[in-house]
């Protein structure tokens, strides 16, 4: 079994989970400031509404000098979504005032408060509404974990079934071609052609799968030329070792008439050009140079 230091399922699940990472954080990002502006555009509406339904109430009651029912009306704003902070100023000092003064970190409007009578419009002071921007943060942030969690939980979910999918398809054959690679040189000859669990159309696979088999035809038929010729060089190693034993040997020299050698040099030629690797054919030649000494013609 192939052991792999570092396999590509795995490297393949990080770069998906930090490429969806990187791009989840952009999107989430654009995704959070749009739900903050919108949230700022609804508060914005909703302090409209409250001008348009409250302002005139609220100027009658101070037109009559009702300071219980003013205070009440002010009270009731502040159950409107978001606002904070409702106050009446009049002639510059503040008069009546409910909630929590939050200063910049709000959304802050002025209406002026007047009244029509006998056809004098009368300025009777400001009434000030504050809405908290913490809400809307507050919010926008509860959506920012809900959004993290789901993506994470689906960015995992995903690599995890893309790991499943390329292991299916991709790697499970690649261990298989691994496999067949190394027995190709052990099992020689009876190495049988590579076949993949392979479905559907001629992809990349296939085409790895005819060329491991070409291989394969190419690595068996060499194999079997080699075995031949080896045969072949053993014939012909026997003939000259006799043609050697038969002549007579003299001072450690082997003394072979002409016609002899050329028949055993004949031989040698054959063995050289029968020969198809480098280490074979430097030994055939040295058995030539060697024979060639030791000739002497009678």
Known sequence: MVIVKDPIGFRLIRNIILVSTFFSIIMTGIQLFLDYKSETDAMNERLKQVKNSSLESISHTLWQSNNELVKIQLKNLLSF????????KEE???????????????????????????????????????????????????????????QSIKTFIVAFLILY????????????????????????????????????????????????????????????????????LGELNSILERRIISKEVQDNQIIVDKDSFEEIQSIVQIMIESSDTELAEQDVKSLDILLRRAVKES
Do not use: C, W
């Not at 992809?203 to 072949?232: F, I, P, T």
């Open 81 to 88: 979504n978001d606002i904070t902070y409702a106050a009446v």
């Open 92 to 150: 510059g000092s503040l008069t009546y005032s409910f909630g929590e003064d939050l200063g910049e970190d709000t959304l802050q409007k002025e209406y002026a408060l007047s009244y029509m009578y006998n056809g004098v419009r009368y300025e009777l002071g400001v009434l000030t509404l504050q809405a908290s921007l913490k809400l809307i943060r507050d919010r926008v942030f509860d959506r920012f974990i809900l959004i993290a969690i789901t």
């Open 165 to 232: 999918i390329f292991s299916y398809m991709i790697t499970r054959h690649l261990y298989r071609v691994v496999d067949y690679a190394y027995s190709i040189g052990e099992k020689g000859l009876e190495q049988k052609p590579l076949v993949l669990d392979l479905n559907g159309k001629e992809d990349e696979l296939h085409l790895l799968e005819d060329a491991l088999n070409m291989l394969q035809k190419r690595v068996h038929s060499k194999l079997e030329k080699r075995q031949k010729e080896n045969l072949k």
